[in-house]
Each structure stands twice: as structure tokens, then as C-alpha cells.
């Protein structure tokens, strides 16, 4: 399914180094429609949001989009009035160079929290990015845009619906536990297909919900986070109308590609070994599966066990039952590979001890964790909790 | 003030090793008072209780307290009906040993979570563990209760109430990160004085709460938590009233024993190289201040930036701003150790950033974060998050 170079219909990219980065790394980037774009975008909810943040937020309130500009390297957060200036500025020398209106034009950027933009340096480079865009330039983009992703990360997908060739790609960077900024998560979705402008910010809500929403590695927020989709139309369909089985095989489509982002941005987070998903089943609501698994998810105490390889169930159990949901844990069941080793709240022989100490060895591993209160689950994906995370963080000390 | 080898007139202590820890060290301790003793107690809030909290929870309702028998080595957790039956059968040889009612024996333990207590071995050394009682043990006791801890931890107050001397010992065993259990908070104060069963309990909360409450080192809650309070009334006080100056002085005693105990247990766990205390001023309620707080208090990214002595406030801002309070950025000031770095949301210039730098390098950083959106204030201690934390939780791994 996966092509190296694909391309988006009307879709064009470009990336270069503007010097941003110290170690002359490409760190601006382009995505341009040829047709104005129908767009949504979802955003940190973090209530300390970055400059690019409230500025693109803004601006997709009109559900139009035509070109994006990305920067890594600075965050341009905490940067008060002069960051948003420095945002403004961005956008309508980039709108000027495109011959296009600055409403159309957003911004997004990832790297240090508190230092203000180069902005002279960026301003410099906007006519080269603009005159060298291209539709194969996907890759110089997805390089642009990361921190400290070890790669870029593109996924794409086809399908022919009702006659029409739809593509969608997808193009993200990762929460790579950068020093000294914070990991923030940037997506870019974009599609040839013809969508309601209210149909694709419900659609990408509700995508997101079950796929980059469903991704931690250390509980953290970014003040940077955002995903943003533009669908230009360029398919020439019928826009899709709700629950239409094209919608249906649309939004299929869409959750592969965000799934595999998502996915993608745990396996290459900062000293990552291994992916675990943690599902909470037979919960009485959502919100309590929710909670009790992000609670496992985020203990470091699970997390570092699984960095140790040791089937250390006591802390997940422990992790389970510090939320405000009451469990029962003379009830609950829990599995390490659908291998049973708690069952009603007690620890099942050294026999299945065995097995599962062996399943812990390998790199991807999912805990079910079964509360047998109600009927509800959720799932989430975490990563274990590696010295090298601490080692990053820490500016490499130790 | 503090003394080596405190005597709580009353009180008896012991502490041996009887073989739960394989490496041969003190793993069963013993208090015992001369006076059956009022009692209270706190209690963990995870959801997962261990067999000797559930039941120790249950005996403490009678307020009433002459004996207590604490193991590290073995939490006694997730063990189901034949744990519990374990814990009651030591309850009963106890009692039966000191000739005391079961009612008056509490429990606890602290160490693996998920095994069976070794309890032959265990029941085959309380004749001598009961024997060997002495005033002057209180030492033994404080290392029969140690697991990961470096050293025990007595803290000692005395003052003149009214004519009468009294005292107030204290004995803790840290938040130690041990591996493969998680770490357990275990406490023990000992008083003479005489105080009403009610205002025990209403002093041990209030005083908890802005104690052993305010320190967190990774956020987890363990299964085992639990501080017991034990007043025999051998000063021959009238019992304190409500609000009187006697029970003020007595409280402000009963604070600096459980405070220094606090900060011993987190100068004392695995891996800490540095306490922080994190205050929140300025909130519009309690509430806010407090979950703000914690919220920096366990964030692995500002944790990891303190190991690596960075004076990291973006991620301090970013931690402030994850959480469901509101928070208005432009108007949040920031200082480290009292020096201001960030104004209205703004960096300052860089020579506060030089100044802050230097602070980084100390063993102990006060963070205030001021919101100006309200009155009230908390303040959470909390650690670096070392290398050495992880190695240890791993399982020495790496």
C-alpha cells in the first residue's frame, strides 16, 4: 500500500534549512492546494497554547485553508505579543509570495518553548521554499517538520469510490522527547476527496479520538499539538454525506492512515523499546475504562517494568486502582498477551508466570485489564519508560 | 532536638530478621504499648487495599490501639481471602503472646506484591520477637520496616505542655522505588500525651494533609500506605480541648515530626538527587492551586529536566497548563529559588536566566508559579527523575 513518493492531486510540498536548526537540518516547510482547500484542525488542549496554535485555530473558524507553513526547531511559545507579531508576519509575507489571501494561510511550529522566532533568517528563505515546490516534494516537507524523529513519517492510502480515485496522506512528526523543548505532535491529512466543510471537522474529531488520541508517552501536553486536514476537492466526487457507505469507506481510509501515524510516533519516540497497548474492558462507563487505562499508561512505575522486561502485574493493578473509580479487585481479571495471570484479583500459578515473563521480551505487548463491573472498554497505547528517555530529557546528563 | 535513642515513655519496640528477605536483613518489627492507646489512622486511597490495610482500617474504627505488627519484604497485596487469613492469624498470635485482645493488635506490611506471606517463618519468631521488647528499640523497629530505604528515619519532638513532658516520636519508611513491588509510605507516631479518640483522628488528618500528603515522587499510589497514630496518655495531660493553646503547641510539634519525616522520605528515595517543592500561589481556589501543583510535581519532562539541572520553565509552564483549571498564560509570572524568569507569560532577559542556571546545581529549588487569577496557594514537595530511577524500577536493567 505504501508508495515512497505518492502524490496528492493539487497538492504540492517543500522543505529546506533556513537556519533555524543549529545542525543545518531542514527546518521549514510548505504544503500548498492548488485549489483552495475545505479544512479542519484539532488542537492542544493544553490552556498554555502557543503562538501558531491560537493564530491557525483562529483561522480555520471559516473551514478554508490553502497553504501551510511549518517550522521546527522553536516552538514560538511563551513568546507573548511579539511571537504572535512574528506568527502574522510569516503567514502574510508567505500569502504574498503565493498570491494568495493570509486568511488562507497557517502556521504551525515545534522545537524550543520561550525564544522568539528568527524571523529574518525564515523571511529569507520564504521565496526560495515557495518557487521550489513540487508534488513529489512530500519527503523534504515530513523531514522539515521533525525534531527529534530518528525518520519522517508519510503514510498513504487509495481507493476507488464510487468511481473516483481517492487518495489521502498523511504526514506527522512525533513527540520525540526533545531537549530542551517539549514533544509536540504536528499532523497534516490531506485528501483529493470533496467533503462538507462541517462533515470534515466531525470527521476528524472523531478519528482523532480513537487514534492520536489514544497515543501517550509521558502524559504531557504540548503547547504546540496540532492536526490539520485539508481536502481540496481535486477528486471531483459528490461530497460524501453522513453515514453514506462512501463516507464510511472514506473515514476507513482516514482512521488507517491516522492509526498508522499514530503508531509510527510511538515506535520512534525518544528511547522507546516497546509499544504497549493497555485495554480496559467490562468498565460501567467510557470515561472510567478511559481513566483507569491512561492511569496504567502513564505510571511510571508500569512503565519502567516493561523497560525491565519483568511481569511486574502488581503495578498495574496498583496503577488500575488510583483513579477516582472505584474497582473491585477481587473481581477484576487481568492478561499480558491474552495470557491470564490475575484472575479475581489474585495472582494465577508460576506456570502462567512463566509464559507471560516470556511475552514481555518481545517488542509489542498488550495488557487487558478485565473490571467485570459493566460493559464499556477503551484502549490506549503507551511506551515503556527507558534510561534513555531520562538521559534526553536531562540534556544527556548522567 | 534530636536524639539517637529517644525513650516514649510507654512504649516498647522491636525489630528481627525472620527470614522474608532473602538477603537477611530486619524484616519484622513490633510497637508496643504498656497502656492499651487511642488511636487513628490514614489510609491509602488506591482502590487495590492490601490485606493488613482493610483489616487494620476495620480495628481502627474502635479508636483504640495496644500493639502493632509491621514485615517489609512481602506487601500482603493482591493475595485474596488466604492473605487476609494470614494477616488474622498473626493478629491472633500476637495478641495471644502480649496477652492483649486481637482487637488492640493493628497490621501492616510493605514490600512484593502478589506473593503469600512466608508465614511459618514469620509466626515461628514472634515468641522472640515479643520477648526481646525494649524501650530503647525504637532503632531496630525503625530498620525491621525499611526496604529500599538507605537508612531509618526516627524524628523526635519534646516540649513542656502544661507542667507535663511531652513527646512525640515519629518512624517512617520511604517512598523507596523498590523493585519488583511498588514503594509503600508506612509511619508510626508515638505520643505520651493524652488526647480525646476524636480530636486524634481530627489532628492526624489535618496534620497528614499538609504532610506526608504534599510529597509525591512519581504519582504513583501504592496498596499499602498507611500512618497510624498511637497516644497512651502516660504524660497524665488532661486531654487537649478543641483549640486550646495546649493543643496548638501539640499540633505544631505533631507538624515538624511528620514534615522532616516527609522530606527524609523523599531525600531518601532511589535515585533522588534533588527536592523541589513546587508552590502554586494566586489560584482561585484550593483546589486549583493544589492540582496545578501536582501537575509540574509529576511531570516526567520537568522531573527529568531538574536531573539534568536545566533550568527548563517551559516545561514547567506547559505542566501548569495541562490540567482542566484554566490558566491565562500572559498573565502568569514564574520564579526559581525567588528569581524571577518569566513575567506575564514572557521570558526575561538572559541574565535571569544566568542567575536561575546557577540555582539549578542545588540540592534543594523552590519553583513559584503566581497565576493572578485568585487568593489561595498550595505547595507540593516533589524529586528529580534520575536515570537511576528507572535502572532501579527496570530491575537494574541497562
Not at 502524490?7 to 545542525?23: D, Q, S, T, V
Not at 510569516?90 to 520561550?114: C, D, F
Not at 509510527?264 to 523499546?273: C, M, R, S
Not at 498477551?337 to 490475575?342: G, H, L
Request: charged fraction near 25%.
Amino acid at each position: 500500500m505504501y508508495q515512497h513518493h505518492p502524490l496528492i492531486p493539487g497538492f504540492l510540498f517543500n522543505g529546506l534549512a533556513c537556519g533555524i536548526k543549529k545542525n543545518g537540518e531542514k527546518d521549514l516547510g510548505l504544503i500548498f492546494s492548488e485549489r483552495p482547500a475545505v479544512a479542519a484542525g484539532v488542537f492542544t488542549q493544553n490552556w498554555v497554547k502557543a503562538a501558531p496554535v491560537i493564530l491557525t485555530q483562529k483561522k480555520l473558524e471559516k473551514k478554508k485553508c490553502q497553504a501551510v507553513l511549518v517550522n521546527s526547531g522553536n516552538a514560538n511559545a511563551c513568546t507573548g505579543k511579539k511571537g504572535m507579531d512574528d506568527a502574522r508576519k510569516l503567514v502574510s509575507e508567505v500569502a504574498g509570495l503565493l498570491k494568495i489571501p493570509s486568511e488562507l494561510v497557517a502556521i504551525a511550529s515545534t522545537g524550543i518553548i520561550g525564544e522568539f522566532l528568527p524571523i529574518r533568517k525564515m523571511i529569507s528563505q520564504l521565496p526560495p521554499l515557495c518557487r521550489g515546490m513540487g508534488s513529489e516534494k512530500i519527503v523534504e516537507f515530513a523531514q522539515a517538520i521533525m525534531t527529534t524523529d530518528t525518520k519522517e513519517k508519510i503514510i498513504y492510502r487509495q481507493k476507488d469510490i464510487k468511481g473516483k480515485k481517492i487518495i489521502i496522506a498523511g504526514i506527522a512528526k512525533g513527540s520525540g522527547m526533545i531537549n530542551p523543548a517539549l514533544a509536540t505532535m504536528l499532523g497534516f491529512i490531506l485528501t483529493n476527496a470533496a467533503i462538507k466543510p462541517t462533515s470534515l471537522l466531525a470527521l476528524l474529531k472523531e478519528v482523532d479520538e480513537v487514534t492520536f488520541n489514544r497515543i501517550t508517552v509521558d502524559g504531557e501536553t504540548s503547547t504546540n499539538d496540532m492536526v490539520l486536514m485539508l481536502a481540496n476537492g481535486m477528486a471531483e466526487n459528490q461530497p460524501f454525506t453522513k453515514s453514506s457507505s462512501e463516507q464510511t469507506g472514506f473515514k476507513g481510509m482516514l482512521f488507517e492512515v491516522m492509526e498508522e501515524l499514530a503508531l509510527k510516533i510511538l515506535q520512534d519516540g525518544e528511547g522507546v523499546t516497546k509499544v504497549i497497548e493497555i485495554r480496559v474492558e467490562k468498565a460501567r462507563n467510557k470515561e472510567e475504562a478511559n481513566t483507569i487505562a491512561r492511569s496504567i499508561a502513564n505510571s511510571p512505575l508500569v512503565k519502567t517494568s516493561f523497560f525491565g522486561e519483568e511481569a511486574n502485574w502488581g503495578r498495574i493493578m496498583a496503577a488500575a486502582g488510583k483513579t477516582k473509580y472505584k474497582i473491585i479487585f477481587d473481581k477484576v481479571d487481568l492478561f499480558i498477551n491474552q495470557i491470564p495471570i490475575v484472575q479475581k484479583g489474585v495472582i494465577l500459578g508460576s506456570k502462567n508466570e512463566k509464559k507471560v515473563q516470556k511475552e514481555m521480551t518481545k517488542k509489542s505487548i498488550s495488557i487487558t485489564l478485565t473490571l467485570h463491573q459493566g460493559n464499556q472498554k477503551a484502549s490506549i497505547f503507551t511506551t515503556d519508560l527507558s534510561t534513555d528517555y531520562v538521559r534526553i530529557n536531562a540534556g544527556y546528563k548522567s
